[in-house]
């Protein structure tokens, strides 16, 4: 009798535990694999004896098991990866600190009057191109007029003055490129050359950010042109 009391105990006890063990794994939206043994030694442990796991479900919760730690080997390793190539694209970002690149989204900064340099990307090269320049409250201040380009980056310098040759004021002016190919205009992307004064990166992004002249900031994939 008291052997029967004690074996029933004994069973109740590792029922216990393979219940506690199953309700800490389901604590945890992803499994690990520590959690995958510690649940399947359990299991193992509290079997019936006269119905013990049968081959086929022992070896499917072997392949289970493999199945989980090759997932998490590899999520180990593409999370090294990234990593390793985030790194290498900030090196590639602090290369550019103290040269100048073109970027669609930066502005042309004019500073002791020196001239801006600008990149227009023509696909289709174009028969002619117009590029509008508007200072900062978005007043068209300059049109230029470039002829005929071929196909790839074109480039350009503005001297800084408005239609009538007169010098403008320091500050940032931004520029629309406007290309006309067979006779139909459409708009290209342009990009003035600024000077790039720091590198930062974001937790959203891979992407260094470019902190450039004029308090503008680009993303390193953005950049069309490379200078000096």
Known sequence: M???????????????????????????????????????TTQLQNQNPLDPVKNEAFVAQLA???????????SSSLNALVSSLKGDRMMTGSALIGRTVAAPSAPAVLN???????????????????????GADGKPVRSLQL???KVGLASFTWDGADDS???LPDGNYSMVATATVAGKDGAVTIGPMSTVRSVSTSTSSSDPILELDGG?????????????
């Not at 098991?65 to 590899?74: G, H, P």
């Open 2 to 40: 008291t052997t029967a009391i004690t074996g029933n105990l004994a069973s109740i006890t590792r029922t216990a535990d393979a219940k506690a063990a199953a309700a800490q794994a389901a604590q945890s939206d992803a499994m690990g694999k520590d959690q995958f043994l510690k649940l399947f």
């Open 64 to 74: 289970q098991f493999s199945q989980l730690e090759a997932t998490t080997n590899m």
């Open 112 to 134: 002791g009057g020196n001239p801006v340099i600008a990149v227009i990307d023509l696909p289709n090269g174009a028969d002619k191109v117009k590029v509008d320049i508007f």
């Open 147 to 149: 002829p005929q380009q």
């Open 165 to 167: 040759g007169k010098p």
């Open 216 to 228: 503008a900031s680009v993303n390193l994939s953005t950049v069309m042109r490379v200078g000096q």
